[in-house]
């Protein structure tokens, strides 16, 4: 069973990478995250890659995995983060997922501005309790093939809400994000 789902997601690649490019790359930059109405202070994060949750006072994912259809008008990918720390007596951990589109203003260019919009789940916990919340954002950015469009550069302005549940807190979170992908033909 187990090998007939390797042979079937290989051909389901293989037909991926025929029809677009697969890219993978890290995301690097600062955020601010901020809790509104409280006046409280904000926290703000450099991170090479970014991190992956809110042990480090971040809300912006650390790795990305991206397709690129033919055309190139569109980029679709997951932005994903971990940050796990454990001590002694405790441990803590912050999973991050946002599933992305990003649309570009000129795809054919060796330049091009983008616009993104993603949607997705943070689950932040320890040993003891654990809370799983949703993520909405939006960006605008800048991409720029290099390599001989091998890969790219990017840097993109974000802003995402973590929506709690009615017991929690929402944070906003505003940040720079520098990337750069390697695009897999």
Do not use: C
Request: charged letters at 15%; zero cysteines.
């Amino acid at each position: 069973m187990a090998s007939a789902f390797v042979v079937l997601t290989s051909v389901h690649v293989t037909s991926i990478a025929h029809s677009g490019t697969l890219t993978i790359g890290p995301n690097l930059g600062v955020g601010v995250v901020d809790e509104p109405g409280t006046g409280g202070d904000a926290v703000t994060s450099v991170g090479v890659p970014n991190g992956g949750g809110m042990v480090f006072g971040s809300l912006q994912p650390g790795l990305r995995f991206g397709y690129v259809p033919e055309s190139g008008q569109f980029d679709v990918y997951l932005d994903t983060g971990l940050n796990y720390s454990r001590t002694r007596e405790s441990s803590f951990k912050t999973i991050l997922g946002s599933l992305n589109l990003q649309y570009n203003l000129a795809p054919d260019a060796t330049t091009t501005t983008y616009a993104v919009l993603g949607a997705g789940l943070s689950h932040i916990g320890d040993r003891y309790a654990s809370m799983t919340d949703l993520i909405v954002g939006a960006g605008v950015g800048l991409r720029r093939m290099v390599s001989e469009e091998h890969g790219a550069v990017r840097a993109e302005l974000r802003y995402d809400r973590l929506i709690g549940d009615p017991s929690s807190i929402d944070l906003n979170s505003f940040a720079l994000k520098l990337g750069v992908d390697l695009w897999i033909p």
